[in-house]
């Protein structure tokens, strides 16, 4: 069964070659070339919606700008469309980019409600300006021909759209099993721990918006030479729904789920445009409420579409361990022993009239591990966040290694050494613990997503998941490579956040109460884990409610009440402190 992974997309060309050479019906030639055409538009939708988690309606418009472009240089211009394919790229690319940019800033219903606008606007432009036709369109597209060698629209044109068709989805395919890919997976859980890896979210989202336009004017491109014309009813709101609908019902979260989504769209309105007047007595559209029923009936009982069944009988074997002799990472260089790492002078957080963080003081030396503590509602993890650029001051300064840290977003104090974890366990469940920890050492990655799709990173991505791999060994995960994160434990998912904190080769560790959640000899693994980190020289900032981990791995503690600085000293120096006992028990005695 595994070997079907490896050898499905064979498969699949010897399929198409055979359809070619026998004597395969003219009608089904023409349907295997609309397949081929509409699946490049929802590979993009995977990448953009699927895996990024980026609803939009309005990639039916991104492949009327690439019909249109060469369509209208064909026959006005006399361009050849091998020409026109370049330009129709480059202006669905200059689009996309403006579009993204304004529209992909925005999060929850508005980014759907700002594709629908654009597309709306998009689709009535092509409607009714005079060079284009207005709703007439544009007659008399010439064919696609290579070397004077007519392709027509029948067999050798299926081989055109098909072979696109698969090299984009092998491009996808290594594309995600990539830095970049990792990146833009992690999209889907939100911004807070992709930025905190060094991940310029904004920019990850314009790309993949991006790569899913490119993909939609190829498939317009297509269309418009496949057609022989063009007109705007192919490209309203209506077929980017439609778009939509195919990949969700054919696995949203999956590459070939594009192809299986087509496929079964397609062929079904064909079939129940022939079988519902029969059934019915009467003529109409009614295969579209067999397709809503469809879809309702998919979100219910198979969310994750058709291709996740198929998948999961597929076993997936481990990944190839191939990078035992990949070149190691650069490392960043480390404090001297003593060296005042980070300093938190005068700090201080109001939100409104509440006064979270109260002109707080606390310096954190190298190879020390200070614990911040205090009762619930102290201002410990409005500190943390102030610390690590996710909230921003109100006053004060936070200075790491001499600089200047305040005003600066978190993927950028990452860059700078400062790694961190969180109180609720970020990780992306689908993803193998190998790659969520690979995750981490983003920033200590260059390759892009061109040379990703086209397989130039392998040699990096050796030496990352080279890098993966040591610190989960570190951390002492090392046998759990290939699981899915999901799958772990409590402990072991905050093993697994510590190790990815790790990748980023970091001089300062932030905790965010790693014990939270553990079970006895999980704890003992962490405290472990944490000694271990000192004993190598590790600088750690520990916010932790575990009183017991807190005065066995710290060498000085901050006790915070109220949002103020209670008291500083050595874990003994706390423990006898009638001030902390009055802050956690309420009195003194």
Excluded at 482 to 500: D, F, K, S, T, V
Excluded at 563 to 579: F, V
Aim: proline letters at 4%; charged letters at 15%; one cysteine or more.
């Amino acid at each position: 069964m595994a070997s079907i992974r490896k050898w499905g997309p064979w498969a699949l060309v010897a399929a198409l070659v055979l359809v070619c050479v026998l004597p395969v019906p003219e009608f089904w030639i023409t349907q295997l070339n609309y397949i081929g055409i509409s699946s490049l538009t929802v590979l993009g939708l995977i990448l953009l919606t699927g895996v990024g988690g980026l609803t939009s309606f309005g990639q039916a418009a991104f492949v009327g700008i690439g019909a249109y472009t060469s369509a209208y240089l064909t026959v006005n211009a006399g361009l050849s469309p091998w020409v026109t394919l370049l330009v129709g790229l480059g202006l669905t690319a200059a689009c996309a980019v403006v579009l993204g940019w304004i529209t992909l800033r925005m999060s929850g219903h508005y980014l759907p409600l700002a594709t629908l606008a654009w597309g709306l606007s998009l689709y009535y432009t092509m409607g009714n300006l005079d060079a284009l036709g207005k709703y007439d369109g544009i007659l008399g597209v010439t064919g696609l021909s290579l070397f004077g060698w007519e392709l027509g629209q029948g067999r050798v044109y299926l081989l055109l759209t098909w072979s696109l068709v698969l090299l984009g989805t092998l491009a996808l395919i290594h594309l995600l099993d990539s830095r970049v890919g990792r990146a833009i997976r992690s999209l889907k859980t939100g911004s807070q721990m992709a930025e905190s890896m060094g991940i310029d979210t904004l920019r990850f989202k314009i790309g993949i918006f991006l790569i899913a336009a490119l993909f939609a004017s190829v498939s317009g491109w297509l269309y418009a030479h496949f057609q022989r014309s063009v007109n705007p009813s192919p490209f309203g709101v209506h077929v980017g729904i439609e778009y939509l609908f195919m990949a969700v019902l054919g696995g949203a979260g999956h590459v070939w789920g594009a192809i299986t989504g087509v496929a079964i769209t397609k062929l079904m309105a064909d079939q129940l445009q022939v079988l519902l007047p029969r059934l019915i007595g009467t003529s109409g559209s009614y295969e579209i409420i067999v397709f809503g029923v469809l879809l309702v009936l998919t979100l219910k009982y198979a969310p994750d579409g058709i291709w996740a069944f198929v998948d999961r009988k597929l076993p997936k074997p481990p990944r190839k361990v191939d990078w035992q002799d990949a070149d190691p990472l650069p490392h960043r260089a480390k404090p001297a022993t003593g060296e005042i790492v980070l300093q938190a002078t005068d700090i201080r957080k109001e939100f409104g009239g509440l006064v979270a963080v109260n002109d707080i003081n606390f310096s954190v030396a190298s190879g020390q591990i200070v614990g911040l503590i205090g009762p619930n509602g102290a201002g410990k993890s409005t500190t943390f966040n102030l610390i690590t650029g996710v909230l921003s001051l109100t006053r004060g300064s936070v200075t790491f290694r001499g600089e200047t840290i305040s005003s600066l977003p978190s993927r950028e104090i990452a860059k700078r050494g400062i790694s961190r974890t969180f109180q609720h366990v970020k990780m992306i469940a689908d993803m193998t613990v190998l790659e969520n920890v690979a995750l981490g050492a983003h920033l200590r990655g260059s390759k892009g997503a061109t040379a990703a799709m086209l397989g130039l990173d392998r040699a990096e991505e050796q030496r990352l998941l080279r890098e993966a791999e040591h610190q989960l060994r570190r951390v002492g995960m090392g046998s759990h490579l290939h699981e899915l994160a999901g799958n772990l434990a409590m402990g072991q998912q905050r093993l697994l956040e510590i190790a990815r904190a790790l990748c980023n080769d970091p001089a300062l560790l932030l905790l965010d109460e790693p014990a939270a959640g553990l079970r006895y000899l999980e704890k003992q693994a962490l405290i472990d884990v944490l000694r271990q980190l000192k004993a190598e020289g590790m600088s750690i900032l520990l916010v932790e409610h575990d009183m017991d981990l807190v005065m066995q791995v710290t060498d000085r503690i901050v006790v915070m009440e109220f949002g103020t600085r209670l008291i500083e000293g050595t874990p003994e120096e706390i423990q006898a402190s009638p001030a902390v006992r009055a802050a956690y028990l309420g009195t003194e005695h």
